[in-house]
T-cell receptor, first 114, second 114 residues
């Protein structure tokens, strides 16, 4: 079975621009979570979606938004990019968006903001 | 603020030895605990999950949980050079914005010397 897929793999943007990252979960998984990982740190939670509804939001500014589609794929949007947004953006899928649901990560999108 | 603490390492062990990785967490109500392995430049890979006090074994890996001490550990027996990676401890807090939210430590870098 295919794992979590993310696109694009790498992205270079300029400060002030907007970016959209995409994620397809494992077949049968209904929950998608987004994380940001900067070098030397563990991933930090951004959003969780389950059955197309936002289930949780981490401590990120309103420039970050996301949505989940009827096929359970998801997009993460970041507006007005800052240099500090440069990071590895990870999508994780799980069967359900509840405690004890194991999360499986995609390969990530490496975003560089110049 | 909910936190997950890990020694950053690097932890260096000879090939064939037991590697012991430790993690403490601050949210006493946490329910689910996970260990991920992350190779340099790659995304995290789930290797163990544990939900109850005690030990859980899977091949060369053993996860240990002590909720009273708020302590989780991962033992890797017969360590191989291919085990060299950063190991991330993740905790699903009882209250954290969503039940699917994972809080990660910064990771422990393990180096297995041939």
């Amino acid at each position: 079975d295919a794992g979590v897929t993310q696109s694009p793999t790498h992205l270079i943007k300029t400060r002030g621009q907007q970016v959209t990252l995409r994620c397809s979960p494992i077949s049968g998984h209904k929950s998608v979570s987004w994380y940001q990982q900067v070098l030397g740190q563990g991933p930090q939670f951004i959003f969780q979606y389950y059955e197309k509804e936002e289930r949780g939001r981490g401590n990120f500014p309103d420039r970050f938004s996301a949505r989940q589609f009827p096929n359970y794929s998801s997009e993460l949007n970041v507006n007005a990019l800052l240099l500090g947004d440069s990071a590895l953006y990870l999508c994780a899928s799980s069967l359900e968006g509840r405690t004890k649901s194991e999360q499986y990560f995609g390969p990530g999108t490496r975003l560089t903001v110049t | 603020q909910k936190e997950v603490e890990q020694n950053s390492g690097p932890l260096s062990v000879p090939e064939g030895a037991i590697a012991s990785l430790n993690c403490t967490y601050s949210d006493r109500g946490s329910q689910s605990f996970f260990w991920y392995r992350q190779y340099s430049g790659k995304s995290p890979e789930l290797i163990m999950s544990i939900y109850s006090n005690g030990d859980k074994e899977d091949g060369r890996f053993t996860a240990q949980l002590n909720k009273a001490s708020q302590y989780v550990s991962l033992l890797i027996r017969d360590s191989q050079p291919s085990d060299s990676a950063t190991y991330l401890c993740a905790v699903n807090p009882l209250y954290g914005g969503s039940q699917g939210n994972l809080i990660f430590g910064k990771g422990t870098k393990l180096s297995v010397k041939p």
